[in-house]
Each structure stands twice: as structure tokens, then as C-alpha cells.
């Protein structure tokens, strides 16, 4: 549940943003002018060593897209007619062609539909970089504040763009997590280690959980997640409880939406199936550390758990 260490964290975000970097300096060179934002599990100190990448969002600067644009002030036309679609595709299409060049010894994988994977030669960490562009929404249009405007990244499978709102989600996360004195984050740290450290067979199928539907669980826990610092053990508990009532029942499960409420977690049979995975590995867990606690006693009893004073 611990998080990866400071220095461990400096060289995720030092990487990204060197890559980052060095990207908007080619694009520049084609005539394309973009910025760079970090988002995921990185950016919420949700990430676990040795399993999470480095997500980059690299956002066209040339034209934004506007909610309502009729009613928005301060709105100016763009000066490039194409539709959003085709400026974000070109942004794509170029990424793919600078990285490729600019790292020849770097397996830089462009068959992702919202992202270019590169991991290995000269890189630290796994890197994602996702082609984007802004959508200033009414909310933002009306506060200015970051955690209201929202960003569209491009699906290049489907040919389309798809809004997503990382600040956002970034602001609920870690206003909750405040709230309950780190323990949401603790919480999810603990769910994905138990995904990594699963046998490969159970791991594919588990992963149908993404790290983002993951966050959304532990976020739903809410006041479960209220817990002294010296019974952090606790939250072992009540996470397999949590995640054993939602196996059980569907009309819970339809509950779960992601932290931004732009969408349900349990949207499909595989994810159903994930859950029951992760359940039962963390039901293994809680009575493995009952047997530590009381090892004479045969029956489980979550008591032994959450009332485990740790100092």
C-alpha cells in the first residue's frame, strides 16, 4: 500500500517529460506548436515499481475546441478549417514519425488506438504519449479552473476523438484521498499489486480492470475508507468486503461509476470476471494475514484485522 519511492517517482516524470519535450520540438519543425500535460497513474501517485507507464498528453495548441462556442466571449475562430478529427490525426501521424526517427533503439509501438507505447533503449521507464487536443467546457469557460476543462484524444482505430476529463478525475481522486488521510490511495496501491503480482493466466483476465476502474472501486468505497493510521491494516478488510459485495451483486456493480461520472466501471462480462479474480486474491490475502495474527483459530474473523493496532 506504501508509495514508490520520491526518487523512483522523479525519474517517471523527468522521463515523460523528457520525451515530452523533445516531441513539441519536432513537431515544431513540421509547424505543428503543442504542450505537454502528465496524466494518470503518475500524476496521482497511484503508480506501483515496475508496472505502471508514463502517460503524456500532447496537446495541439493551434486550434482548441470550444463547448458552445456561440455563447463563449472570448471565441475565435481557428484559422485551420479541417475538422478537429483530421488536425489530431495529422498531430498522431506526425508523433509516430518523429519518434520513430528521433529513437531508433527504443520500441516505439504505434498500433495503440489513443496511444504510442515506447519502452526500452535508452528510456527508464515505459513511456505512453497521447495525441490530443483541449475542449474548453462551460464549466470551464465560467471558472478558468484547470480541473474544469476537459481534453478530446484521438481513437485511431475508430477515426474519432473521445473526451476525457484528467483533471478532473485527478481533483476528485485526491480531494478523497485527502479527506481520508491517503487511505484511497493506499487502497488502489494495494488492488494493483495484487493484479501484478498474479500468475500470467489470471493476470490477462484480471487486467480487464484497468488501473483507472481500479481508482473508481477504491473511490466508491468512500467512508470505508476512514482509518487511524495505526489500523491501516483494516483497509485489507474492508477492500475484500467491498469487492466481495460487488461480485455479488449486480445492482451494486451498476452503482460504480469512474470518479468524473463519465462512465459505468462494470460495462461488460469481462470485467464482471476480472472482479471476481481480484475478490478472491484478496480474500486469499485477508486470511493469510489472519493466520498470522491469530494461528490457532480455524474460522476467519475480520475483527482480527481491523482491529490490528500496527505502531
Known amino acids: 500500500m506504501a508509495p514508490v519511492s520520491d526518487e523512483s517517482t522523479k525519474i517517471s516524470i523527468r522521463e515523460g517529460e523528457r520525451v515530452a519535450t523533445t516531441l513539441i520540438s519536432l513537431l515544431k519543425t513540421s509547424g505543428i506548436y503543442a504542450s505537454m500535460e502528465i496524466q494518470g497513474s503518475v500524476a496521482l501517485d497511484i503508480h506501483i515499481e515496475g508496472h505502471s507507464d508514463v502517460d503524456m498528453l500532447i496537446l495541439n495548441e493551434d486550434t482548441i475546441l470550444v463547448q458552445n462556442a456561440a455563447r463563449c466571449p472570448t471565441f475565435i475562430p481557428a484559422l485551420d478549417k479541417r475538422p ?44 505512453d504519449i497521447v495525441p490530443s487536443c ?85 473511490y466508491h468505497m468512500d467512508s470505508d475508507l476512514n482509518a487511524p493510521y495505526y489500523q491501516t491494516l483494516s483497509l485489507v478488510e474492508k477492500t475484500r468486503s467491498n469487492l466481495s459485495l460487488l461480485a455479488y451483486s449486480e445492482v451494486l456493480r451498476a452503482f460504480v461509476d469512474v470518479p468524473d461520472g463519465s462512465r459505468k466501471v462494470f460495462d461488460n462480462d469481462e470485467k464482471v470476471e476480472a472482479l471476481n479474480i481480484l475478490s478472491h486474491e484478496v480474500d486469499s490475502l485477508a486470511k493469510a494475514i489472519h493466520r498470522d495474527i491469530r494461528p490457532l483459530e480455524f474460522n476467519y474473523d475480520s475483527k482480527a484485522i481491523t482491529e490490528k493496532y500496527l505502531f
Not at 508523433?95 to 520513430?100: D, G, I, R, V
Request: charged letters at 35%; proline letters at 2%; aromatic letters at 6%.
Open 84 to 127: 478537429m478529427v483530421e488536425i489530431i490525426k495529422d498531430l498522431r501521424i506526425k508523433s509516430e514519425q518523429k519518434l520513430t526517427s528521433r529513437y531508433p533503439e527504443v520500441d516505439v509501438n504505434c498500433a495503440g488506438s489513443k496511444s504510442i507505447a515506447m519502452e526500452g533503449g535508452s528510456l527508464q521507464r515505459k513511456i
Open 134 to 218: 483541449w475542449y474548453n467546457t462551460d464549466d470551464y469557460q465560467k471558472s478558468g479552473l484547470k480541473h474544469d476543462r476537459a481534453v478530446q484524444v484521438y481513437d485511431k482505430k475508430e477515426h474519432k476523438l473521445i473526451s476525457n476529463q484528467p483533471f478532473l478525475h485527478l481533483k476528485k481522486v485526491s480531494d478523497r484521498d485527502a479527506k481520508y488521510s491517503g487511505n484511497l490511495r493506499r487502497v488502489i496501491r494495494l488492488m494493483k499489486n495484487i493484479v501484478a503480482d498474479m500468475p500470467d493466466d489470471k493476470k490477462r483476465k484480471a487486467k480487464k480492470l484497468s488501473s483507472y476502474d481500479l481508482t473508481a472501486i477504491g
